[in-house]
């Protein structure tokens, strides 16, 4: 009865905890910071009031547009982009696709950084199959003209952007324009080199409306998934885990006892993490299987080997020898040692998974920071107590020389935490 009100009250904290994270993602992403002050941004703006501008939903970009009807049926578009480039080379591309969301078939606009120049390039590029699969990109020709290319390298906040004017064709639907968006950080002489496949460098397009400037992101969905992958793998496995072994360690007998609490509550973090961890790793699965163009092997393997060991943890618990059987020490063994091997695991996929998002990981990487530097103060903490309350027990014992019997059944009590379980348990001692 007192664990599964246990049970519900972590499910509670960790529902309420995880829908805070994820109602957080705004739907109107303003632009801001450094980008609102770049003349092209300022200029555009005195230009006509009907500039928009917003933060794009990854690489950090952010982009402004402005745009009227020509007389002949034609679109005149502004665009400025803009992205913190900190590498000292690296290129930036913007642009847009007749038939899909996505890079091939992409008409782009490219501008490369390269460290001794002091006007970095700018040029047009028709990005098509053969480059995908590694051929040379070279400047083209694009079906519709481009004019007022310029770069904008702001060395001192470390803001790259490019503006330019496009003029249109009717085949580009303006209420419904598929707009894409790179960033790479390897360049050969004036040549862009394939940009890194991380989450971000994957999702980096949708299809915008240009009069209102809302969005039908096409990752957004799948992002959606994938934060509540992570903040299940988070609380489940990165979490409540833990705890649960820092429960068993530090309340079954030494220093403190808490009978039979700590097992309740040993169990109910063990059961929920594992509940919950199960939910973010088949949400991962899902995610993997859905995606077309990549796989993260190794996150991956680490997640199968996670959930499986869990498993076998969990399963393990309902077959425990009783305390009187002579298994019952292996079966400790054993049990301690996965659990540790799966408290390794368990971080170092984290942050493998982490990795993916960037370059947008800076938050998720310093949340999880913070819990492990949490759990290991406490830890820390437990192990001082641990250590203290040990010798103390141990140098009172030598110098009052063993007057008393309660003085033996202290020092009982403290050999059988040292060889934890195998031996019977000893009765309370009270102070
Ligand atoms: C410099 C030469 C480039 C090479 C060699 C290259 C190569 C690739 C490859 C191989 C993928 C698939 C990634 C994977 O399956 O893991 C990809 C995806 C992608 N690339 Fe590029 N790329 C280049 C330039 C660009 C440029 C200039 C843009 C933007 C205008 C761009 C935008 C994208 C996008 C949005 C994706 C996600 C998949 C999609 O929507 O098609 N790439 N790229
Ligand atoms: C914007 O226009 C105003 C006058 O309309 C002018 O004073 C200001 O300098 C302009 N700013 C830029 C950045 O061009
Ligand atoms: C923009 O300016 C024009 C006049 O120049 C005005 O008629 C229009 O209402 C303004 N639009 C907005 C959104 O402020
Ligand atoms: C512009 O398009 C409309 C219909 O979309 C057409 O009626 C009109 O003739 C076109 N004008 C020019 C100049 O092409
Ligand atoms: C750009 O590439 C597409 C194929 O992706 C091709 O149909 C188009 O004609 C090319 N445009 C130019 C100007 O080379
Ligand atoms: C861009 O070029 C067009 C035509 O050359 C010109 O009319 C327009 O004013 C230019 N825009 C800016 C912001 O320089
Ligand atoms: C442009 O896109 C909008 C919204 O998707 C659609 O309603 C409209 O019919 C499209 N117009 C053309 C000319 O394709
Ligand atoms: C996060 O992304 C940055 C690039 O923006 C990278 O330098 C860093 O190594 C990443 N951190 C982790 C933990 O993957």
């Known amino acids: 009865m007192q664990s599964f009100a246990l049970d519900t009250i972590f499910i509670l904290i960790s529902l309420s905890s995880l829908s805070i994270v994820v109602s957080s993602s705004k739907p109107l992403n303003p632009c801001n910071g450094d980008f609102l002050h770049i003349q092209a941004y300022k200029q555009m703006q ?11 939903s990854s690489l950090q970009a952010q982009f402004a547009w402005n745009y009227h009807k020509t007389s002949h049926n034609q679109t005149q578009l502004n665009i400025l982009i803009g992205t913190k ?57 694009i079906d519709f003209k481009v004019q007022n290319m310029t770069v904008v390298d702001d060395k001192d906040v470390g803001f790259f952007s490019v503006f330019a004017t496009l003029v249109l064709p009717q ?23 394939m940009h890194e496949a991380s989450l971000g460098n994957l999702d980096s397009k949708e299809v915008l409306d240009l009069e209102t400037g809302d969005c039908q992101n096409i990752g957004q969905h799948r992002r959606h998934m994938r934060k509540v992958h992570g903040i299940l ?68 393997v680490l997640g ?19 305390q009187e059987d002579e298994y019952r020490k292996h079966w400790n063994v054993y049990h301690h040692f996965l ?30 920071n913070g819990i492990l530097v949490l759990l290991g103060v406490v830890v820390l903490a437990f192990e001082i107590l641990t250590w203290a309350v040990f010798l103390y027990k141990k ?37």
């Open 46 to 56: 005195n230009q006509t009031n009907t500039t928009q501008c917003k933060k794009l």
């Open 85 to 141: 480039l900190i590498a000292s080379t690296g290129w930036l591309a913007w642009g847009i696709n007749p038939d899909l969301p996505r890079m091939v078939g992409t008409r782009a606009i490219i501008a490369v950084k390269v460290p001794n120049q002091i006007t970095p390039s700018v040029n047009t590029y028709n990005i098509t199959k053969d480059i995908q699969l590694g051929c040379k990109l070279q400047p083209s020709g």
């Open 171 to 193: 085949r580009y639907n303006v209420s419904s324009l598929n707009h894409v968006w790179q960033v790479g950080y390897c360049v050969d002489g004036l040549e862009p080199k």
């Open 233 to 300: 793998n988070i609380i489940g496995w990165g979490t409540l885990l833990p705890i649960g072994v820092i429960v068993a360690r530090y309340f079954k007998q030494f220093p403190i006892k808490l009978d039979p609490c700590w097992y309740y509550f040993h169990y109910s973090c063990q059961v929920v993490g594992y509940i919950l961890g199960t939910a973010g790793w088949g949400l991962g699965l899902f995610l993997g299987h859905e995606s077309k163009y990549y796989t993260f092997h190794s996150h991956r």
């Open 304 to 322: 199968i080997c996670i959930f499986g060991f869990t498993t076998l943890q969990i399963l393990a618990f309902q077959f425990k020898p009783t």
């Open 339 to 368: 659990g540790y091997a799966l408290l390794v695991m368990i971080p170092v996929n984290i942050y493998k998974g982490i990795k993916l998002l960037k370059p947008d990981n800076i938050t998720w990487k310093w949340t999880y």
């Open 395 to 431: 140098c009172c014992k030598k110098t009052v020389e063993e007057s008393s019997p309660r003085r033996v059944e202290i020092e009982e009590d403290s050999k059988g935490q040292t060889n934890e379980g195998s031996s019977p348990r000893k009765t309370e001692v009270e102070e």
